[in-house]
């Protein structure tokens, strides 16, 4: 089992939609989980973090944690041309071992 | 302005040869990462280095090798060992602080063998 899993898409969504990207992870003991995007050549941009179970928003981002589950999500609301990227989940441990490992990513397209 | 600088941003390794990429921060932050992206994969662990004189392997250390003699600098030497080194490599830095901070990535060496 992949210690961080995104399904690779990809995503289709028309603007102004909510777009709904999701990640599992198999290490029980993580603790801080990360969302990035990252266009096309460039590297990638860290756009939100959580640490709770539960909600955090910041903007048009909603990051959704669920522990029990081993579960994240990221929703994008009204989303943009420009929210056209990849999308990586990063997932770390925060213990002496404190490697922050990444899934390989979800490509989103939105459609104007 | 605070950040992550690695040079080159393109590199041409002949077969046989070693060459190393330069990483430095001045985010004074303890940890620094070193991944490897090829097309359609995600981010691969090689080294990671979370104080000065100390690093681990990741998912992927065979072929390449690093230091961290420094806290603002973490080289990655690829090796003639690393047969397939044609790729995106991404550094990275981040600071433990008492709450999650992430990594933030230099802007990418992309190193091609000719």
């Known amino acids: 089992q992949k210690e961080v899993e995104q399904n690779s898409g990809p995503l289709s969504v028309p603007e102004g939609a909510i777009a709904s990207l999701n990640c599992t992870y198999s290490?029980?003991?993580?603790?801080?989980f990360f969302w990035y995007r990252q266009y096309s050549g460039k590297s990638p941009e860290l756009i939100m973090f959580i640490y709770s179970n539960g909600d955090k928003e910041d903007g048009r981002f909603t990051a959704q944690l669920n522990k029990a589950s081993q579960y994240v999500s990221l929703l994008i609301r009204d989303s943009q041309p420009s929210d056209s990227a990849t999308y990586l989940c990063?997932?770390?441990?925060?213990?002496?071992?404190?490697?922050?490992?990444f899934g390989k990513g979800t490509r989103l397209h939105i459609l104007p | 302005d605070g950040g992550i600088t690695q040079s080159p941003k393109y590199l041409f390794r002949k077969e046989g040869q070693n060459v190393t990429l330069s990483c430095e921060q001045n985010?004074?932050?303890?940890?620094m990462y070193w991944y490897r992206q090829d097309p359609g994969q995600g981010l691969r662990l090689i080294y990671y280095s979370q104080i000065v004189n100390d690093f681990q392997k990741g998912d992927i250390a065979e072929g390449y090798s690093v230091s961290r003699e420094k806290k603002e600098s973490f080289p990655l030497t690829v090796t003639s060992a690393q047969k397939n080194p044609t790729a995106f490599y991404l550094c990275?830095?981040?600071?433990f602080g008492t709450g999650p901070i992430g990594a933030f990535f230099g802007q990418g060496t992309r190193l091609t063998v000719v």
């Open positions: 290490d029980r003991g993580s603790q801080s």
């Open positions: 990063a997932v770390n441990r925060k213990n002496r071992d404190d490697k922050i490992i």
């Open positions: 990275a830095s981040s600071s």
């Open positions: 985010l004074n932050h303890d940890a």
